[in-house]
């Protein structure tokens, strides 16, 4: 295998969660991080730590769904790390509602971060993979979608539409990248324990959701660091191309 000592990793959305807990993880591998979110006192403290253990990392105020933003947090990675070699494409939002009630701007917004900000990420930080591909023989991108990809969860039909959208992208984009030398992953998790339900807006749709984080061990964010850490560390010429990570328990 190889290990991840001296790798180039971009985390977006890793001022919570499951983009925090694959920071940390890389970082304890030895990898410099950039920790790219909008709330830049979570990632400047993130980095803190890391750098506190005596590791590498660069906290970026990036919103991705301003690609002005994303375009300059990728030239300053490339100045002070030299190109990334792992982007983890984790930023995303989760806002369900019936369609019937006409919340468009949620709608709007789960596209604007889900699809249009991950693809920004990957249009940012493609030619720094490229590059990373042809001088070390190394690169990965991990798009991180959900079972939501696969499974029906009635009223979350735009979410899952933007996750069906990062798998099948990320399938298809891996076909054209591979030859290259980029290998390209979708992650696809169960339940995570994480802010991300805390953010949905339907009262009734929480109450839902409530009771099914309580009723199983969910995942925690640092088993999807773990498999994202598992799945960069393997032989280049092995790619995992789409890995579902599920809690034991949830049916
Ligand atoms: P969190 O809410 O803890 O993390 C979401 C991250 O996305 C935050 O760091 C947030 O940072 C960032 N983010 C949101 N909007 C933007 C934006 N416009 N620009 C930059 N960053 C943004 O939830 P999770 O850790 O659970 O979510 C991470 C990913 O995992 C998401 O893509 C989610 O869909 C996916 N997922 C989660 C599951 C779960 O059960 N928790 C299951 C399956 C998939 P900030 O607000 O500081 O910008």
Known sequence: MNDIENRVAVISGASSGIGEATALRLAEGGAKVALLARRTDRVEETASRIADKGGTALALTVDVTDADSVRRAA???????GPADLVVNNAGVMLP???????????????????????????????????????????????????????????????????????????????????????????????????????????????????????????????????????????NRVNLQQVTVMPTGQP
Not at 75 to 81: I, M, Q, Y
Not at 107 to 133: H, S, W, Y
Not at 136 to 147: F, H, K, W
Not at 149 to 160: G, I, T
């Open 75 to 81: 030239e300053r990675v490339r100045s002070d790390f």
């Open 97 to 235: 509602s019936a369609l019937e009630d006409r919340r468009f701007a949620e709608t709007e917004r789960q596209i604007d971060v889900n699809v249009k900000g991950l693809m920004t990420v990957v249009d940012a930080f493609l030619p720094q993979l490229t590059d990373a591909a042809e001088s070390s023989g190394r690169a990965d991108l991990v798009n991180i979608s959900s079972i939501a990809a696969q499974n029906l969860f009635e009223k979350f039909s735009v979410y899952s539409g933007t996750k069906a959208f990062v798998t099948h992208m990320s399938k298809t984009l891996r076909a054209e990248l591979g030859v290259k030398g980029v290998r390209v992953s979708a992650v696809e998790p169960g339940l995570v324990s994480t802010e991300l339900a805390g953010r949905v807006t339907v009262p009734e749709i929480r109450d839902w959701l409530e009771p099914m984080f309580e009723s199983i061990e969910t995942l925690t964010p640092e088993d999807v660091a773990e498999t994202i850490a598992f799945l960069a560390s393997l032989p």
